[in-house]
């Protein structure tokens, strides 16, 4: 084979390694759904809601997605507890996704509130499960 063919076929093989690097490095994702009504959470780690990943296994997102977002929205995202700042959150602001991201660079326990907002009477519920990294 003539290096002229053999260069695209390793830089495409190359490419389609990166998606099983990237994993490897930062492990999987988090989802977890958050019924606002109840405060009641599904998935994570536990399927409660918490997240637990090997302290310095590398960054972790966790996607925390309303169960039912018609007359809800997430207002806010709080961190609190040893660690807390490893974690940043984007999005809120009464849409009804919000990404945390754990930078997972040492230990951590972190109760994580997610404060959703009522739309149309504007009251608020602080729902609160935990990030771990041992």
Same mark, same amino acid.
């Given at each position: 084979?003539?290096?002229?063919?053999?260069?695209?076929?390793?830089?495409? @093989? /190359?490419?389609?390694?990166?998606? @099983?690097? @990237?994993?490897?490095?930062?492990?999987? #994702?988090?989802? $977890?759904?958050?019924?606002?009504?109840?405060?009641?959470?599904?998935?994570?780690? #536990?399927?409660?809601?918490?997240?637990?990943?090997?302290?310095?296994? /590398?960054?972790?997102?966790?996607?925390? =997605?309303?169960?039912?977002?018609?007359?809800?929205?997430?207002?806010? $995202?709080?961190? #609190?507890?040893?660690?807390?700042?490893?974690? $940043?959150?984007? /999005?809120?602001?009464?849409?009804?996704?919000?990404?945390?991201?754990?930078?997972?660079?040492?230990? @951590? #326990? $972190?109760?994580?509130?997610?404060?959703?907002?009522? =739309?149309?009477?504007?009251?608020? =519920?602080?729902?609160?499960?935990?990030?771990?990294?041992?």
């Amino acid at each position: 084979m003539r290096r002229s063919e053999l260069v695209p076929c390793l830089l495409f @093989a /190359g490419l389609l390694s990166l998606p @099983a690097l @990237a994993a490897a490095q930062g492990g999987p #994702d988090f989802k $977890v759904e958050l019924d606002p009504e109840t405060c009641a959470f599904s998935g994570g780690s #536990d399927g409660a809601g918490n997240v637990e990943a090997d302290a310095g296994s /590398g960054n972790k997102m966790i996607q925390v =997605r309303l169960a039912d977002p018609r007359d809800w929205g997430i207002a806010e $995202v709080r961190f #609190d507890g040893d660690g807390a700042d490893q974690m $940043v959150h984007a /999005g809120g602001g009464e849409a009804h996704v919000v990404n945390i991201f754990n930078r997972n660079s040492g230990p @951590a #326990d $972190v109760k994580y509130s997610v404060i959703v907002q009522n =739309r149309a009477t504007g009251e608020t =519920r602080d729902c609160d499960p935990r990030i771990i990294n041992r």
